[in-house]
DNA sequence: ACCTGAACACCGTTCAAGT
DNA sequence: ACCTGAACACCGTTCAAGT
């Protein structure tokens, strides 16, 4: 039943057979692997991963083609490496959320998502392709189960929380920097675009043309995010009402 | 200011820039490109877009591939054809509308556009890619648009409203189908890892495995629906508290 | 006028030969 | 034991030669 087959890179199973801590060979520094994944990264942030060669990362790092694939097994493993690597850089200040509600921390951890996300634009068809399982990743689910789990949120409706945040925000960002708009200066075209269209086949499209446009995306991702946790908030408050019992204090 | 470039492929300058109507060249039937993009998606349904080869291509249409640069310049072309090819699937029964809900309508055309992404789950990443502005993306974005307006909803709100349920329908299916998750049995194979994760380090994320992970997606995108509708639900009625306006009856 | 075989530059990947 | 030049199969794309 079970597949004798080489897992896919990025999936549990891939991350289960990875060794534990950062391959530490012998007592070599462990520079290297982490030194191409940064250099991955750089070259990414310029030409997008799709964009990304081999060659072209091998000829940053003085080496060649056939030395990169004494790290990882081709480029698939790679770019998962990368995309986990993206993960660490969400910095959530944990001394913040003591004080605050789950909905100020919540906040705060999606727009550290958000903000990091905006760092490496082009990177983030790689963080939106699959679920993120990587030891970053599995960091910032825990982290974020927890804040919910620590205000009284069921462990059934935390889950859920999560992954409807983390759906947003990657959802969000990638529409936000997908290939198809690469360019900041995309959204007057658009705008352009829609007020161009016959107002006679398209009179809703061409009305909202400035409103689908002109607000700042910052203000837009704000706006749905607090549409979530609007939801969020009734949906815990129905739970306490019907069961009354909060998971911990 | 302007550049002289081709404008990528799927951006609005380069739906633009083709011709209106399906090109009708002459008296020749209009089968050519159709049957090119239909012969692609299904092929991306059986490999994906990132394995759909041009020679593949050419081969199930007895061809080769000089011959489908005649009809398009390039696979990015093919692709973005193929994308809105998959947005002109999307079917929502316009009678149904009529005495319903905006709610009720905004989720039939929410699950409707869901349910066509999970008939194409392998080309789910050329949707999520960017905004979709070719005919059936603006016929789709009318039509939202419309059905929120004509439910009283000012014109910032419905476009907000369309934006946010589009990143969500997008983000969840792509998180739902990426090349990270190819197969339906990976939930169990997630809930295992999450099972077997080291309870010190992941108390939260080991104890919300079943929770993560046995929800059918189909419920878990419900939930999330409903979470950002019930969000519009209230800011649409502090609108009509605040202005006292309704855009139209 | 339209189609296409054959080539081109380049990709990810491999391996035998180096040190 | 570790590295790597050089090759391999194959990709998207082009163009001169066919009909």
């Avoid at 039943?1 to 289960?16: K, Q």
């Avoid at 959320?97 to 100020?104: H, N």
């Avoid at 030891?135 to 189960?145: D, S, T």
Wanted: with cysteine.
């Amino acid at each position: 039943m079970a597949s004798a087959t080489t897992p896919v890179p990025g999936s549990p199973d891939w991350w289960a057979s990875r060794p534990p801590a950062p391959t530490y060979r012998r007592g070599r520094p462990p520079m290297d692997v982490d030194r191409i994944i940064e250099t991955a990264l750089k070259l990414i942030d310029e030409v997008g991963a799709q964009a990304l060669t081999l060659r072209m990362l091998a000829d940053a790092l003085d080496s060649g083609t056939a030395t990169l694939y004494r790290h990882f097994n081709g480029k698939d493993e790679l770019l998962a490496l990368v995309a986990d690597r993206i993960l660490g850089e969400v910095r959530v200040p944990p001394e913040e959320s003591a004080g605050k509600s789950w909905r100020e921390a919540a906040t705060v951890a999606a727009e550290a998502f958000h903000g990091t996300l905006c760092r490496h634009p082009r990177a983030v068809p790689l963080l939106a392709a699959q679920v993120p399982v990587g030891p970053n990743g599995l960091r910032a689910r825990e982290r974020l189960l927890t804040l919910f789990l620590s205000h009284g949120f069921s462990v059934r409706l935390a889950a859920r929380a999560y992954t409807a945040l983390g759906h947003y925000v990657t959802g969000f960002a990638i529409q936000q920097y997908g290939p198809g708009s690469p360019r900041p200066e995309d959204q007057v075209h658009l705008r352009g675009y829609y007020r161009s269209l016959d107002p006679a086949a398209y009179p809703a499209t061409a009305a909202a043309a400035d409103d689908l446009t002109s607000v700042p995306l910052q203000e837009e991702f704000r706006f749905g995010l607090e549409l979530l946790l609007d939801g969020l908030e009734q949906a815990r408050l129905r739970e306490s009402q019907v069961c009354g019992d909060a998971v911990e204090r």
